[in-house]
Structure formats: C-alpha cells, structure tokens
C-alpha cells in the first residue's frame, strides 16, 4: 500500500476526517499502524462545552457525501478558520496545526483562552461546583463583568454542564437565564479533557469579534468554516438568541456577501444553514457554488413532542 492508501483506509477504518488521519499516520508507531492509530484518535481531545447546533453528528455525513474536508487544502501551509466557533465542534474533529477560531460571544472566547492559558487554576475552580438547584441558580446570578476571566470561564463550564439541555441563552440585558438541568452525575470538571484541549490550544488564536474580521485575514487556499445561527425554520421555531443580538434576513445576506467574497479569493468555504426557501435563493446562482442537502436528526426545540428531523444545507465552493 502507498502512503496516501494507508492514510485513506486510517480515515475509512477509524472513521475520521482524511486530514487528521494524515497527522495520525506521522505521529503513529509503524510497526503496530492501526493499533497505536486507534488510541491516539480514542484519546483525541473533545469540544468541552454542548451547544446548540454542534456539528459532531453531521461529520460524518459531510464526509461520505465528499463535501469535508476539502480535498485541496493543505493544513501545513494554510490555516482554518472558524468565525462562528460555539462548541468548536469542526476544530476538534479537523484539529489543524494553524487555526483561528473566533465568536461574537464574549464568555465563551473568554473560556477558550483560559483553557489555553490557565487550565491549572480553571480545574481547581471547576472543582469547587456543587450539582444543586440553588447553587446554581446563585452561580447564575453572577454577572461575568464583574469577575476573573477564570471564574468567567468556570461558572460558564457550570452553567453549561448544569443548565438544561447545555442552552446558552440571554435576556435582553444580557443575563443568562437557562433553567436548572436535571442530570443523573453531571461531570463539572472533565480535567483529562480539558488539558487535551488545552495543549491543542497552544498555537491557536481564540477571539471575540464578529464573524466579518476574517476578511482581514484569510488568504487563498485558506479553509474557512460558518456555522451561523440558522435561518428559522419558521418564525416560532426561531432559535436565534445566542447572544442578544438576532440573525434575520439583513444577517444572512451580509454573510452570503463574505461568502461569496472569500470564494472568490480562492479561499475554500463551507457554510451550514436551515434548508429553507430564503437560504436555498440567496446561495442559487453563484458561479462555483454548490447547495447540498443534509438531513440532521437532532431537534433545538426544547419541547419533545414537537421535535422533528430538521433538515440542513451544506454550502460549499469546492
Ligand atoms: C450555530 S452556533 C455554532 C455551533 C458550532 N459550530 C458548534 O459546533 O458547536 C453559532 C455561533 O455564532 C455566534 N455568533 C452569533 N452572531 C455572530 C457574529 N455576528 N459573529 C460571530 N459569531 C456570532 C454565537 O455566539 C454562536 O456561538
């Protein structure tokens, strides 16, 4: 077998993305290939936090429709970029040598970089958490202004971890208002984890800025990922509140314009949407851009009943 068919039947057999399966391939012991493969991607780093909308599930559908990664980007020489980063799940299953990830939400870029800087401190304070109704809802009602970045970064773990269904979800002044979760044995404080993630963290820029920043520094060959919030489905099935601010039809359409601007630097771009109407239109008709369908069995409605298989587009410009 050739290099490259080795590293193909890694991804196939391990079922992971071809690109990191090339990193495994350098990195494994080649007297024992497939076994000391196996461990390191059983010992890979996870997203540390659950958000809505993450994207673990629908890997691997990307994959087998050849849609992720893009064939011809090269992690050694460009970089990916991650502007709607939230959970990070697209990093953590690509984990690139040179990645930017940045977000509107301050907290959560906060929690990022105190992982990469600070994870000592972080696990002591994690450790601290009580699973108790009434703790949390005194955690809650802390406002993040007012504290440390690692207690930012360790209440927003809690909440998180505590809060039901893992929502991040804000009132219009800004204060976090999920509802207790119930939870059998939450884990607070996953300490392998987070120094997994903390040591892939290491040569990776996490900031708090609006998705529009990575025009200033993406280049061609470049691999840039949005995962924005959705177009509703309908406008009650509207779940745009992950910071104050909403995501309508001024929103995508300012996107759609970044896409299409990237595209034509030659950067490789794949976007997720809702498959709707007004995101099928405004990503129809442009030269080299093609709309997939995917369809995702998960639900961002709190209210099980009414939870049904969302269906999703899958933008891509390679
Ligand atoms: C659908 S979520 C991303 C989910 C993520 N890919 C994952 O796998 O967990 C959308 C994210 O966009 C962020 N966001 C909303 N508006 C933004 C903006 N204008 N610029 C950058 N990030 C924004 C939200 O804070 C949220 O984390």
Request: glycine fraction near 6%; include cysteine.
């Amino acid at each position: 077998m050739t290099t490259q068919q080795t590293i193909t039947k890694l991804a196939d057999d391990l079922n992971i993305n071809r690109i990191y399966a090339r990193h495994v391939f350098h990195i494994a012991d080649k007297e024992q290939l497939f076994e000391d493969a196996s461990r390191i991607v059983s010992e890979k780093p996870k997203p540390f936090v659950k958000w809505v909308g993450g994207k673990r599930q629908l890997l691997k559908q990307f994959r087998e429709m050849g849609l992720y990664p893009p064939d011809d980007f090269n992690p050694l020489t460009n970089t990916y970029f991650e502007p709607f980063v939230g959970g990070g799940a697209v990093f953590f299953d690509l984990l690139p040598k040179k990645a930017e990830l940045s977000d509107l939400n301050n907290e959560l870029t906060t929690t990022y970089n105190v992982i990469k800087t600070d994870v000592d401190s972080l696990i002591k304070s994690l450790k601290k958490h009580k699973y108790e109704k009434e703790y949390y809802l005194k955690i809650r009602a802390k406002n993040p202004k007012k504290l440390s970045d690692v207690e930012v970064a360790s209440r927003f773990i809690f909440l998180n971890r505590t809060g039901f269904n893992g929502m991040y979800r804000v009132n219009s002044k800004g204060g976090f208002n999920v509802p207790f979760g119930k939870y059998t044995n939450p884990i607070i404080c996953d300490e392998e984890n987070l120094r997994k993630v903390s040591k892939v963290l290491q040569k990776v820029t996490v900031k708090e800025q609006d998705y529009k920043a990575v025009l200033k520094k993406a280049k061609k060959g470049d691999f840039v990922y949005f995962d924005p919030p959705y177009y509703p489905v309908s406008r009650t099935a509207s779940f745009t509140s992950y910071t104050a601010d909403s995501f309508l039809e001024k929103e995508q359409t300012e996107l759609r314009d970044t896409f299409v601007e990237l595209h034509k630097r030659g950067c490789f771009v794949m976007l997720s949407n809702s498959d709707t109407p007004f995101i099928n239109e405004l990503y129809s008709g442009i030269k080299g851009v093609k709309v997939s369908k995917v369809s995702a069995g998960r639900s961002i409605n709190s209210n099980a009943a009414k939870r049904g298989k969302i269906n999703e587009v899958l933008v891509t410009n390679y």
